[in-house]
């Protein structure tokens, strides 16, 4: 166990050398804050900590931020998540205190979807740093300067994550990018959702060869699929989505009523197989507006309880 | 170059609608290069607007004259005598020209016929694409000469993002993603170590950011030149 640098307990389950588990919760199109709660409750102790995601696709929400100042409010630990499109230096930085004001302790730092695939695509994109920029950023706040090396009366604290596509091309750079996150500052990393087992496997070998397992901690992104539309839609419509045909049509081979029981089979041995797998140090849980299944996701899987550290 | 589209025909017509004398005015710079502004666009245009206004029974008359460039007091004073004989000018140049001709004739009203778009060229006969987004501050020497500020949708520093596929960007499969093809290069060429590692973040004040850009040079202004 080294030394702290945040304190979450994602960063004491991950230090203890626990298997992590890790949910995602999308904030409410409006302020419907007893939604949001509701939601919350089917994560509560299935996870370690809960990725609030930042207008994903593009598509405005409640801001991530005070969505995940309201999951600390109810006693449970966010994955502050924050992309570059939306906001320029100032307002990162500035959001960063916030959010650490209101106890929040991982951020995951993001470029942030195309604002044309949301519901303002006239909208202007900020993109003052990028991903790499903004991982450099939280570190440097962390060590107390700003970016501009001002000091800061006290550094917020987060323990940072960084996202990591191997499915995205060129897949031969996809491990050096890895490794860039990780020269940046990023503690951990979630990947996107894997399906295509195969390509992970070799992914992770790289990964593994290059030792930047022993750099960060590494949470495999799982999505289980409510049915094989949505693996089509997937496949189809969401960029950088690597969906086997072996999948899909597993998942055509059963009634449509059994299919989405037949994504959850296929996530559970996915979770099963990346608890052997050398160097994942955990499994990121996205059940995309399907929060009310984790509890059976993560008991069947067999990472419950969550350790107490 | 400068590249432009032309406004669609409506939007032009709605702009002279109260206008029975105009000016249509044609640059033989950028604009006549990407087919959008010289002699022979602002002849078609002329002839479209004719058209269409005689068919509504609205005649109008309208007037043509090319000049050199758009961008140059020395040529915009050319239509010095004329200028103020119509009801409006309308320009043929890229954002540049009806400013310019504002700012030298304050009585007068100038209408943009044209959307300006890119600083880039010809890919093939007809098509144009973006190649440079004028931020003041030139990088591509790390990039082998291929520029991820103008042309990756998120000018990231740190590309290809999670989005590249298949050599396309996440915003549509027609649109090339630039780090795919930097990487390429690199790769191929064996500098792949080029790419590692962090870069700073960029000084935007070099860009638009900073606010509206002026260049002095020194010795022609002293006339040394």
Known sequence: MSELKSGSNLEKVLNAGHFAFTGECGPPKGANVEHLVEKFKFLKGNVDAVNITDNQTAVVRMSSMAASALMVQEGMEPNFQMVCRDRNRLAIMSDILGAYALGIRNMLCLSGDHQTFGNHPEAKNVHDIDSMQLIRLVKTMREGKFMNGDDIDVAPKMFIGAACNPFADPYEFRVHRLANKIEAGADFIQTQCIFNMEKFRDFMKKVVDMGLHEKCYILAGVTPMKNAGM??????????????????????????????????????????????????????????????????????????????? | ?????????????????????????????????????????????????????????????????????????????????????????????????????????????????????????????????????????????????????????????????????????????????????????????????????????RDWRSARDGGPRRSIREELVQGNI
């Open chain 1, 231 to 309: 693996a089509n839609f997937m496949s189809k419509f969401v960029p950088g989505m690597d969906i086997p045909d072996d999948l899909i049509k597993r998942l055509k081979s059963v009634d449509k009523k059994d299919q989405s029981e037949e994504g959850i089979k296929f996530a559970l041995e996915q979770v099963e197989e990346f608890k052997g797998m050398e160097g994942v140090a955990g499994v990121h849980m996205m059940a995309i507006e399907w929060e009310h299944m984790v509890p059976e996701i993560a008991k069947r899987a067999g990472v419950l309880p969550r350790p107490q550290v």
């Open chain 2, 1 to 201: 170059m400068i590249v432009a589209d032309r406004k669609s025909l409506e939007e032009i017509l709605e702009m002279v609608e109260d206008c029975k004398k105009i000016l249509i005015v044609g640059c033989k710079g950028c604009v006549t290069v990407c087919n959008v502004g010289g002699v022979k666009e602002v002849e078609i245009l002329s002839s479209s607007l004719k058209i269409a206004r005689k068919k509504a029974g609205i005649e109008i008359e309208i007037d043509m004259h090319t000049l050199e460039r758009q961008c140059d007091n020395e040529y915009i004073e050319q239509i010095k005598e004329t200028v103020n004989d119509y009801d409006a000018v309308v320009s043929m140049a890229c954002g540049v020209g009806p400013q310019f001709l504002s700012e030298m004739y304050k009585d007068q009203k100038f209408f943009p016929a044209l959307d300006t778009t890119f600083f880039g060229g010809a890919t093939e006969h007809g098509v144009w694409e973006e190649r440079c987004a004028g931020c003041g501050t030139c990088i591509i020497h790390k990039y082998d000469g291929l520029c991820p500020v103008a042309r990756c949708a998120k000018s990231l520093l740190h590309g290809p993002c999670g989005g590249s596929s298949n050599s396309a960007c996440e915003i549509s499969k027609d649109t090339e993603c630039v780090w795919d093809s930097i990487v390429r290069k690199k790769m191929e060429q064996g500098r792949l170590e080029d790419l590692l590692g962090v870069t700073e973040a």
